[in-house]
């Protein structure tokens, strides 16, 4: 499969987030960062644009509490290589222990241990089956918050399956709590277009044939709003916050490029599992890597 076109690279828009997302890292872990070219190469095959209610407040809000809906693996790397560079300050995303083991931790362990770099540390895990480690763990992202990161929940913990189940329904009352104890406000998000409309019976790590997700990030709910409800009404407004930031007209988009029947064709050749021939093809057809066994 040949490398794609420039006609089917990310809008000027995208290429820009690249050109303020590279700085960003330069400032953060020190310059060239061997893992930068797979993040810019991520950034621009699968984030399809970033759409805001009020940026100047989401930037105004300092560091803070992102909760969102769950659609894919990859979008929670997006909005933690993305965000940064667009609201100033660092964004730290909270996941499973047992992702650790997943493509996606093994990413972030290499990112976070370059040789002569400092850590990225774009996750904070905890083990959600051990009752005394979720303590911990939210201290270590208080830790981080104090020093000036935000964080990224998904708040449902599990990725949907289909955009015809993509409405929140269940949000922890812990986010409102720690929002008032804390003084941390909470900003609304919602990932699109990574889901089928109908569930196929599956979980995504990317986007349904690998086409780009769009990002929506909605107004801050300040500290002291949340503070005047009482905990089950702090809870329906942070989930009302994400469902209100739908789409009705949500629809997944392909790849322009067949980048499937690569992803497809790599796997088949190799025996590789899905991410590691999703991160290779994308460094390939953005011109970081020479063509390998899925060629």
Known sequence: MAAASRASLPSAEVEA?????????????????????????LVRRFLGGIEWTDRVAARAAGPCIFVANHQTYIESI??????????GRPVVALA??????????????????????????????????DPGALGPALEQLSRRVEGGASV???VEG????????????LVSTLWGELAVERGWPIVPVRFLDGLPLADQGRRYDFPVDYGPQRIRVG??????QLAALDPDDRRRAIRDGINGLGDPSEVPRPSPDAFGEAVNAWV?????????????????????LAPGPGR
């Open 96 to 129: 499973r222990a047992e992702q650790r083991k997943h493509w996606t931790g093994e990413l972030d362990a290499r990112w976070s241990t370059a040789p002569g770099h400092r850590p990225l540390d774009l996750v904070e895990y905890f083990d959600r089956d």
């Open 17 to 41: 987030l690249c050109a303020r997302a590279a700085l960003d890292w330069a400032a953060r872990v020190g310059p060239r960062h061997p893992g930068w070219p797979l993040a810019r190469a």
């Open 219 to 224: 107004r801050p709910a300040w500290p002291v």
């Open 78 to 87: 997006l909005f933690c290589v993305a965000m940064p560079a667009l609201l």
């Open 152 to 154: 990224l929940v998904h």
């Open 268 to 288: 088949a050749r190799t025996a590789a599992p899905e991410g590691e021939a999703v991160l290779a093809l994308a460094l390939r057809h953005d011109g970081a």
């Open 158 to 169: 599990t990725r949907r399956r289909s955009v015809r189940q993509g409405r929140v329904q």
